[in-house]
C-alpha cells in the first residue's frame, strides 16, 4: 500500500515510523477547520508518538497558546473565524518572546499562496506521510541542536 493512497479511516492502523518517540516530550497544536484533516494529522501524530492538541482555526489557536506551551504549530492557511496567515501574524508578534518563536508550518493545498513564505515551512496536501515525518523530525532536530 502506498502511503499517498491511504484511507483516513486506515490511517491508524497503517505501519509509521516510531523515530518521533526520541522527542515525544515536544507538544503540537494541529489547526484545521476540516474534521477530516485533523484526524489524519491526529491520527499520524499519535503514531509518531507526538503529543498534540487540535483547533479548528486561528483564534482557538491563539486561546490555546495562551495557556499551553507549544513546542511547533501545524496550521492550515484558510479557515473561517481567522485564517492561518492572521493567526501566524499574531503569533510571530505576541508581546511573550516564547510564543513568537514558536515555529509554525503551513499544510495547506495551495502552497503557492501569496505570503505563504512566512511560515517556518511548509506541508503540501494531500499529506504524504513520509514528507510530513521528515518535516518534524528536522524541526525537532533542530531544536535539539539549538538547545546544545
Known sequence: M????I???????????Q????YMNYRLLVVDDNSANRLLMSCILNKMNYSHDLAENGKIALEM???VKYDLVLMDLFMPVMDGFEALNKIKNHKDSYIS?????????KPD????N?????????IR???FQKTLHKFFRRALIDLS
Request: hydrophobic share 35%; glycine share 4%.
Open 65 to 67: 497558546i495562551e495557556y
Open 19 to 22: 523515530k518521533g518517540t526520541q
Open 113 to 116: 499562496s501569496e505570503g505563504i
Open 2 to 5: 502506498s502511503s499517498q493512497n
Open 118 to 126: 512566512e511560515f517556518d515551512a511548509i506541508i503540501p496536501k494531500p
Open 7 to 17: 484511507e483516513i479511516d486506515d490511517i491508524c492502523h497503517y505501519h509509521i515510523s
Open 101 to 109: 518563536k514558536i515555529p509554525v508550518i503551513t499544510v495547506t493545498a
Open 129 to 131: 506521510i513520509s514528507f
